[in-house]
């Protein structure tokens, strides 16, 4: 059997040199590898992005809005009160209170039952409710938009102080906090442009509806359904927007980025944040009507200044609830 013969030196050397040269090993990144994070579209059909911190429901919200309102009483009693008195100076003089006494004994004529006192009540609470924002008088309606304007942008200020443990005075949120009234003022007008669909859609209902337009009940459903289109779409867009309110009220902050920001605050989890919205206006209507109604209807002569009074001490209760919800979106 014939012998290979044995590689001469210099192959010798290479094939040594090639056996001992060592292997580089790969190089891997040193971060781990990550996800996308998943983008979400509005009016986009797309998978459903989970959320991985569930938001505390509307009870618990409004529990704890009224908890640190209670806890600095004076502080928020004190902004309150300082709305209410330039609101009765500048608005209140302007306009005539309505004769309750009056519509009170109507109602009570025209009602007739065991709950004729409960109804005709509620009927002159919701008549007050209604007119208590309507002055009937331009000059007073802008001083009132004014008033109200200059306290929510104060009242904003004063709960993010709170929040972050800073000792803060009454005057110090009118003072301090009115920086950001022209970028609020802006996304206000934004906010305003959203609402125009339901506006719209209701505007368009009630002429419809009263001059015998809709005659039976296929037009009648039809004419309810695109209402309630028109509705739900303006709060669907109303619903990420009113947080850029609060958004904007920070430092250095300009209105399309709060109105980004406000975007991304509830992407994927809008309907969740529609319930909760709604279910403020619900909550403030039942404190007051509880509050009201029996002094209604025991203390009639009363009442609009019970209205009046009511009303403005459910401002700070409503920026309370919004802002606690802003704080659980981040």
Avoid at 135 to 157: D, E, K, P, R, V
Avoid at 211 to 219: L, M, S
Wanted: aromatic share 10%; proline share 5%.
């Amino acid at each position: 059997m014939a012998k290979t013969p044995p590689p001469s030196g210099k192959a010798k050397s290479k094939s040594q040199a090639a056996a001992k040269k060592p292997t580089t090993p790969k190089k891997t990144s040193a971060e781990p590898r990550k996800l996308k994070k998943p983008q979400y579209q509005s009016f986009k059909m797309q998978k459903r992005i989970q959320q991985t911190v569930a938001l505390p429901g509307s009870f618990r919200l409004f529990g704890g809005a009224l908890k640190v309102l209670f806890k600095n009483w004076k502080l928020f009693l004190g902004v309150a009160l300082i709305y209410g008195v330039l609101n009765l100076i500048l608005v209140r003089g302007f306009s005539g209170s309505a004769d309750v006494s009056s519509i009170k004994k109507a109602l009570d004529q025209s009602l007739k039952g065991d709950w004729s006192q409960l109804a005709g009540g509620s009927l002159l609470f919701v008549y007050l409710l209604g007119s208590a924002g309507n002055s009937g008088n331009a000059t007073a309606g802008a001083y009132q938009l004014l008033l109200t304007l200059f306290t929510t942008i104060a009242l904003i200020w004063t709960l993010r102080q709170v929040y972050a443990g800073n000792k803060v005075r009454i005057r110090d949120g009118f003072y301090q906090g009115m920086y950001p009234f022209v970028t609020f003022i802006l996304v206000l007008l934004v906010v305003g442009l959203q609402l125009l669909p339901g506006a719209l859609g209701i505007l368009t209902y009630s002429i419809v509806s009263g001059n015998g337009v809709i005659a039976g009940g296929v037009e009648q459903m039809i004419w309810t359904l695109a209402l309630a289109v028109l509705i739900l779409v303006s709060l669907y867009m109303v619903s990420s927007s009113v947080f850029a309110l609060y958004i904007v009220c920070l430092p250095d902050m300009t209105p399309m980025r709060a109105l980004r920001s406000a975007r991304q605050l509830v992407a994927a989890r809008r309907w969740v944040v529609m319930r909760k919205v709604l279910f403020l206006p619900v909550a403030l209507a039942l404190v007051a009507a509880l509050i009201t109604i029996p002094l209604i209807i025991y203390a009639t002569a009363a009442a609009s200044w019970v209205i009046f009074i009511v009303t403005m001490l459910l401002l700070p209760v409503l920026h309370s609830y919004m802002y606690r919800l802003y704080r659980a979106l981040l």
